[in-house]
């Protein structure tokens, strides 16, 4: 951040629903160069006050745009990166505003508390709440993009270990350990759950399973969000397709790790296998992590033991065609308010919120 700017707040067109863009706002950071898109460059981002309308810079040493809006400007560099023989993929994450810098979250709040960000009428205040303002009016987004990804949270973390209850009711009813009846009446919604398996069995699908891994799935992007694991060939209901991998650490350790992903602004994947361990896919995941969450899963997660060790396995809870986005219940428990996490499944019964 070089400098903040001034808000204007009439006429109302330096702000909108969710961002506020001040003229006079610079911010600069390091991306791939126009010139030569091996190498990286510093891109300044500034807004300007042309008579009343918003002007949109973007500027390096080789290129400088001018735009009307913000992803008009962000576009305008996309296309002169492509011109350049830049091919990387830009993950759906990463937009005019989050190039700017306007969707950080210590930026955002910077902007609410100025002065006259209260005169920004119909700007969903999210950081700030001034008097007499109801707050914002949608669902909270993650900040992450992608409520898998969002920082660990204890009792999420402890939700997620009743997955593996799932697969055994008379387990679950007796289980002292989890602390709420709901998520295991939610599941009763349909989750497909086959008898358990003896170990050796387990064994068996988990080798055949990771040898054909790489002609089972793909990653490819996703209408959902960002990356999504797909089907490369017909997989049928029961089958064991993928390894939830990572780092397997002690549960004390989940603490530490999320203040330490926050700091460097990395999102958290990481999955309970138990009370005393969990999974950390944030470094050293595999494919498995990139699952999304859906209200009309065609996969679940399940815990097995093979060859002596846990692995927390995705298994195909419908017959599933080849091509179609493997997806599962996240089964974060019910939360209200702003802590509400938007879903964009599609699915016909879609609840409209993931927790
Ligand atoms: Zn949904």
Redesign the pocket.
Known sequence: MHQFGQIEAYPSKFYNTNYIFPAGFISSRVFWSTENPQTTTRYFFSVANDEGIPRFHIRSSHFHCIENTIEAAWNALLTKLRQSGWKRLVPSSINGYSMFGLSLGPVMRHLELMPDATDCKGYDFRYIIPKGHTGPKKPRMNLTGCARTEPYNRERMRQLTDVSFAMSSAKAASSSSNPNPKPLAKKSRGAFAPPPMNDMASAMQYRQAKKIENDTIDVRHSKIHGWGLFAKRDIAKGEMIIEYMGQLIRTELCDAREAYYDRVNLGSYMFRIDDKFAVDATKMGGKARFVN????PNCFSRIISAEGVSHIMIYAACDVTATNELVYDYKFPYEEGDLKVE?????R??????N
Not at 343 to 347: D, Q
Not at 349 to 354: A, H, K, L, R, V
């Open positions: 969450h859906s209200c009309e879903c964009r499944c599609g699915a019964t879609c609840t409209g919120f993931m």
